[in-house]
C-alpha cells in the first residue's frame, strides 16, 4: 500500500471512507476536473478514476454511456492521466486510483503506463479484465511494484476460496469487493450476504476491504457500512448525476452536495 492510502484507511475523522467513481472527462475534461474537485472537497476520501473504453464489460448501461460519450469527444487513456495529474495538484491528501481495461494498458503501453501513472501521482491501478494468470496482469503488477504504486484487485460473489487466498496474496492498496453478480448500476447489494463475503476475505487478508456495486443511496451506504468494510464505493449514482444535469453550469455544486450527504451518513 502507498503511504497515502495507509494515511486514508489509518486516518479516525471518518470510519467508513467514501470512495467515489468517475469516468475520467465526463462530460468534458473541464467539468471533469471542477466536479472531482467538488467531491474532494466535500470528503471524497478516494477518486476512482476510470478511463474511458469501449470494452466496458462490466459496466451497466448508466456507466457505459458516460465512456461512449467520452470516447465520441476522443477522450483518451494520456488524457485521463492528464486529470489525474491536475487532481494530484489540487490535492496531496486524496487517494487516486485509475480503473478501467487492460487492452487500453497494452496499448498504451505497459511499462510507459506505469512511469506516467507515477509521476501524475497515482496511488494505484485496478483492472477489472486482468486475472492473474494473465501474461500482461503480472508484467503490469511487477511495473506498478518498481514505480511504488498498488494494483487494486476485486474479489466477487462467484470468487472460489483458492482463488480468493491467491489474490489476496498479490492485491495491494485495499481489496474491492463486489457486492452483487453481473453489471454495476443495476441490483441492490444486500447486507448479509456482504458481510460474509467481508468476513471471507478478512480470514487471508489485513488490507483494507472496500465495498462496491449495488450501493445508490446514502442508506444504502450506511446499511452496508455495518457489513465490517473499511471503505464504501459509489459509482453508477454519480455518473448518473453527471448525466441528468449535463447542461447545468452548478453540476460540479450538484456532484459536491450529493457527496456530501454520503461522508455525513457514514460519520
Known amino acids: 500500500m502507498t503511504d497515502r492510502l495507509k494515511k486514508i484507511f489509518s486516518a479516525k475523522e471518518q470510519k467508513t471512507k467514501l470512495i467515489t467513481y468517475f469516468v ?9 476536473l471542477a466536479t472531482i474537485k467538488s467531491a474532494i472537497d ?3 476520501s478516494i477518486i476512482e478514476l476510470g478511463y474511458p473504453t469501449s470494452e466496458a464489460s462490466a459496466e451497466g448501461p448508466i456507466i457505459k454511456a458516460a465512456h461512449d460519450r467520452c470516447l465520441k469527444n476522443g477522450v483518451n487513456l494520456k488524457e485521463v492521466i492528464k486529470l489525474a495529474a491536475e487532481i494530484r495538484n489540487y ?24 512511469k506516467d501513472a507515477a509521476k501524475a501521482g497515482v496511488d494505484g491501478v485496478l483492472v477489472v479484465d486482468a486475472p492473474h494468470e494473465l501474461k500482461e496482469e503480472n508484467i503490469l503488477r511487477a511495473e506498478l511494484e518498481r514505480n511504488k504504486l ?3 484487485k476485486l474479489i466477487s460473489p462467484t470468487t472460489t476460496t483458492e482463488r480468493l487466498e491467491m489474490i489476496t496474496k498479490l492485491a495491494k492498496g485495499f481489496i474491492y469487493c463486489v457486492n452483487v453478480k453481473g453489471i454495476t448500476g443495476v ?15 478478512k480470514k487471508f487478508s489485513d488490507l ?3 465495498s462496491g456495486f449495488g450501493i445508490k443511496t446514502p442508506e444504502d451506504a ?18 448518473e448525476e453527471i448525466e441528468t ?21 457514514l460519520n
Do not use: R
Request: net charge positive; with cysteine; glycine share 10%.
Open 24 to 32: 475520467g472527462c465526463h462530460p468534458t475534461y473541464a467539468v471533469s
Open 245 to 265: 444535469n449535463l447542461e447545468d453550469k452548478k453540476l460540479p455544486q450538484i456532484i459536491g452536495n450529493k457527496i456530501k450527504l454520503f461522508v455525513n451518513i
Open 42 to 44: 466535500n470528503g471524497a
Open 150 to 152: 498498488g494494483l487494486i
Open 222 to 239: 450506511k446499511i452496508i457500512a455495518g457489513s465490517g468494510c473499511e471503505g464504501i464505493v459509489i459509482g453508477s449514482t454519480l455518473v
Open 187 to 201: 441490483k441492490k447489494a444486500e447486507k448479509d450476504e456482504v458481510t460474509a463475503m467481508i468476513n471471507k476475505i
Open 91 to 114: 490535492n496531496n491528501e486524496v487517494g487516486i486510483i485509475l480503473m478501467g481495461y487492460m487492452a487500453n494498458l497494452y496499448l498504451y503501453p505497459i511499462e510507459k503506463f506505469t
Open 208 to 210: 483494507p476491504v472496500c
